[in-house]
Each structure stands twice: as structure tokens, then as C-alpha cells.
């Protein structure tokens, strides 16, 4: 799991939690055959305490591997809020994590 912090719009900050997010994969073939294996999906999840906070105070978003950023009703773990501050948040995380990636944090 890591912590970092990111500047959002409107003078708010945001104390980033993320880590990975591990779900059993249900079919009906694991129900005819339960020596096999569940397949495993993970997810990227992303737990965003914003100060000041306005309507919401925690936002949860997560992330497939893939780097795609899943949509509100896409899973109901997500708690998310306005639109575009949600892709000002991302958009954050993801600055962050480029920047990480490229070694100048």
C-alpha cells in the first residue's frame, strides 16, 4: 500500500491510499468443476480524502491493470462525486504516478 499527496483544484489536497484490489472471478464453470481455480481479478484501488471537503470527503476509484479508470456503476466499491473534479483527481494520480515511473520523485 502507499500514501502519497496530490494539489487539486480550488486550493483542496488529496491524501492518496492506494493498493491492489483482489476479487474472485464467479462462473458457472467453477460451480461444475470446484477443484479448479477461481480466477483472480485485480484492480488498482485508490482511497482520496480531500481537505476542504465539500459534498464528499473520501473518494474511491479504482483502475484495472490496463491502466483504464473504472466508471461510476461499473463497480459499487466506487464513490465518487462531480465529474470534473473526478478527472482532476485522476488526472493527479495519474501525473503522479508518470512522474514516479520516470524516476524524478
Excluded at 14 to 40: C, D, H, M, T
Excluded at 54 to 72: F, M, S
Aim: aromatic share 10%.
Amino acid at each position: 500500500m502507499a500514501q502519497f499527496f496530490i494539489a487539486l483544484p480550488g486550493n483542496r489536497k488529496g491524501n492518496v491510499r492506494s493498493g491492489i484490489q483482489k476479487k474472485k472471478k464467479k462462473s458457472f464453470l467453477a460451480l461444475l468443476l470446484p477443484w479448479k481455480k477461481a480466477e483472480k481479478e485485480e484492480k488498482l484501488a485508490y482511497i482520496v480524502s480531500v481537505e476542504p471537503g465539500h459534498d464528499i470527503n473520501e473518494y474511491h476509484l479504482l483502475k484495472t491493470k490496463e491502466g483504464r479508470w473504472l466508471q461510476e456503476g461499473e463497480d459499487k466499491w466506487l464513490r465518487e462525486g462531480d465529474g470534473a473534479f473526478n478527472l482532476a483527481i485522476k488526472k493527479a494520480i495519474d501525473d503522479y504516478e508518470h512522474q514516479k515511473r520516470n524516476g524524478s520523485i
